[in-house]
């Protein structure tokens, strides 16, 4: 009796104990934690979205999920993020379809000077041509969302109001914006944005061609006090993921992230043209900064000058024996949709 007594207790306990362990390791087996890259600052929108994106997940998945972030470029940068995600360095990035030219042919369309209001229609319009056409140059990756930047206008130290005003006027750009501004007359300086500041005040550049949320994220508007809205090229971005992780994730995971795509894709949209208005709104408050609108004709004169990029792309991108007419076509169709729907505040 003296012998039961003294192992009972023990064969409880071992029972408990290993009934615990089974738990954790059920836990730990039902609990997934995913990398998540990106290139620029944490406080710039493209991370905004990263982190709207990881607790919306974390979230809906009620915490079987966790996603761990990884801004300015300490896990992969800019142009070694495609290839970073498919080999697996990071589980999810944000790739740059303009920062690897001729890798994404066909989802370049969408950078073309187009003319979109805002970045809202430009993702919805971005969104529905990749489910259209679900391009190969995106096929070894899962697409879990897409996003573009705001469309590129005019800062400048004098006011732009017609394409005379604009000839020989030296503005800082990117790669995208050298073609738009040398066909509409102006002297494109392309330069990295640490830079631009000390360009302005030696007068290396008298102006940006970049999208309208610098005006206070960088205090642009201190020395740029005029704004010509001629809404040329936006830079569309992509969130990927790795096709074998995304293969590996119960369904039930699977599914809150499709269903999370568009409604991501838009908010990213709307969040970042509602920064767009408050930068504005704050360089008007305190720099008295003017916004220039371009007269109807003056506008679509200015347009009219940058076809031939378009013209261009279609013809290259049609050599590739890829549908560029039209992608084009559909994107065109789209924006009026989306500019029109929007608008009406649907």
């Given at each position: 009796?003296?012998i039961?007594k003294?192992?009972?207790?023990?064969g409880?306990?071992?029972?408990?104990?290993?009934?615990?362990?089974?738990?954790?390791?059920?836990?730990?087996?039902q609990s997934?934690?995913l990398?998540?890259a990106?290139?620029?600052p944490a406080s710039?929108f493209?991370?905004?979205?990263?982190?709207?994106?990881?607790t919306?997940v974390?979230?809906?998945t009620a915490?079987?999920?966790?996603?761990k972030t990884?801004?300015?470029?300490?896990?992969?940068g800019?142009k070694?993020m495609m290839?970073?995600v498919?080999d697996?360095?990071a589980d999810i990035?944000?790739v740059?379809f303009a920062?690897?030219p001729?890798r994404?042919?066909?989802m370049e369309?969408v950078?073309?000077p187009?003319g979109f209001?805002?970045?809202?229609v430009?993702n919805?319009v971005?969104y529905?041509?990749?489910m259209?056409y679900?391009?190969?140059?995106?096929s070894?990756?899962?697409v879990?969302?897409?996003f573009?930047?705001p469309?590129?206008n005019i800062m400048?130290?004098?006011?732009?109001?017609?394409?005379a005003?604009l000839?020989g006027y030296?503005?800082?750009c990117?790669?995208?914006g050298?073609k738009p501004?040398?066909l509409?007359?102006?002297?494109?300086?392309?330069?990295?944005?640490?830079?631009?500041?000390?360009?302005?005040?030696?007068?290396?550049?008298?102006?940006?061609f970049?999208?309208?949320?610098i005006?206070?994220?960088?205090?642009f508007a201190e020395?740029?006090?005029y704004?010509?809205?001629?809404?040329?090229?936006?830079?569309?971005?992509?969130?990927?993921?790795?096709?074998k992780k995304?293969d590996s994730?119960?369904?039930k995971?699977?599914?809150?992230?499709?269903g999370?795509?568009r409604e991501?894709?838009?908010?990213t949209g709307e969040?970042?043209?509602?920064h767009?208005k408050?930068?504005?709104?704050?360089?008007?408050?305190?720099y008295?900064?003017e916004?220039?609108?371009?007269s109807?004709?003056?506008?679509t004169l200015?347009?009219?000058?940058v076809?031939p990029?378009?013209?261009?792309?279609?013809?290259k991108?049609?050599?590739?024996?890829?549908?560029a007419?039209?992608f084009l076509d559909?994107?065109?169709?789209?924006?009026?949709?989306?500019?029109?729907?929007f608008?009406q505040?649907k």
């Amino acid at each position: 009796m003296r012998i039961k007594k003294v192992w009972l207790p023990v064969g409880i306990v071992l029972a408990v104990t290993i009934l615990g362990c089974f738990t954790v390791l059920k836990a730990q087996a039902q609990s997934i934690t995913l990398t998540y890259a990106n290139f620029p600052p944490a406080s710039t929108f493209p991370c905004v979205q990263m982190e709207k994106w990881k607790t919306e997940v974390e979230l809906r998945t009620a915490g079987t999920v966790t996603i761990k972030t990884f801004p300015g470029s300490t896990l992969l940068g800019a142009k070694n993020m495609m290839d970073g995600v498919i080999d697996g360095v990071a589980d999810i990035g944000v790739v740059v379809f303009a920062y690897q030219p001729g890798r994404f042919p066909l989802m370049e369309g969408v950078d073309l000077p187009i003319g979109f209001s805002g970045a809202k229609v430009a993702n919805a319009v971005l969104y529905d041509l990749y489910m259209k056409y679900k391009p190969k140059s995106l096929s070894k990756v899962k697409v879990l969302a897409l996003f573009t930047a705001p469309p590129a206008n005019i800062m400048s130290k004098k006011p732009i109001r017609s394409l005379a005003d604009l000839k020989g006027y030296e503005l800082r750009c990117t790669g995208a914006g050298v073609k738009p501004l040398k066909l509409l007359g102006a002297v494109p300086v392309a330069m990295p944005m640490s830079e631009t500041p000390e360009a302005l005040q030696k007068g290396i550049v008298k102006g940006i061609f970049s999208s309208l949320d610098i005006l206070k994220d960088f205090n642009f508007a201190e020395s740029c006090r005029y704004a010509t809205i001629c809404n040329m090229q936006t830079t569309s971005f992509a969130v990927v993921m790795n096709k074998k992780k995304w293969d590996s994730l119960p369904e039930k995971v699977k599914k809150v992230m499709d269903g999370l795509s568009r409604e991501h894709s838009l908010w990213t949209g709307e969040y970042i043209d509602k920064h767009v208005k408050d930068s504005v709104a704050w360089a008007k408050d305190k720099y008295n900064e003017e916004i220039i609108h371009l007269s109807s004709d003056e506008y679509t004169l200015w347009h009219k000058r940058v076809e031939p990029i378009k013209e261009e792309w279609i013809k290259k991108t049609s050599a590739k024996g890829l549908p560029a007419k039209e992608f084009l076509d559909d994107l065109m169709t789209l924006k009026a949709k989306y500019e029109k729907e929007f608008a009406q505040g649907k």
